[in-house]
């Protein structure tokens, strides 16, 4: 089921142990990228990285432009008014379909994965350390802590 929410997309999918629901939508890097400016991250964590598992392609908003105009690197709008006119850049990275609830390892995780990841670090300026990779809570893979 996807859901269209202010031009980002949502989509839902069932936990096979819990039954409820997982809601998560495109990753928004500029947000990410908003927040370092702001917080000086020295890694980060993602997670829900599984609820990808079965895409083809995934989607990655980049940057936002407002009236043709490409904002610079983390630049978020000042009002509501220029928040609504706000159009994101996507690119469109490819999706690894196949589960990664098993991975254990940096190395386990499937080579879309493994891209998708490192993508994210390049984009944002910041490492991934830890990856969730299911719904439990010692479903994670150490990626490492280092610094870009």
Not at 141 to 148: E, N
Request: proline share 4%; charged share 20%.
């Amino acid at each position: 089921m996807r859901v269209y929410c202010v031009g980002v997309c949502l989509f839902l999918k069932h936990l096979c142990r819990t039954g409820r629901k997982r809601r998560c939508g495109w990753l928004d890097l500029v947000v990410a990228q908003y927040g370092h400016l702001l917080n000086n991250y020295s890694s980060l964590n993602m997670t829900k990285l599984d609820v990808l598992d079965d895409l083809e392609e995934i989607r990655v908003g980049v940057s936002y432009s407002i009236n043709g105009q490409t904002l610079p690197y983390g630049a978020m709008p000042s009002t509501l008014e220029e928040l609504a006119l706000v159009q994101v850049q996507y690119e469109t990275l490819p999706g690894w379909q196949t589960s990664i609830a098993k991975c254990k390892t940096w190395e386990d995780l499937p080579e879309n994965a493994q891209k998708y990841v490192e993508f994210v670090e390049k984009i944002v300026g910041v490492p991934v350390s830890w990856i969730g990779v299911g719904p439990a809570r010692d479903a994670m893979v150490a990626k490492g802590f280092k610094t870009l």
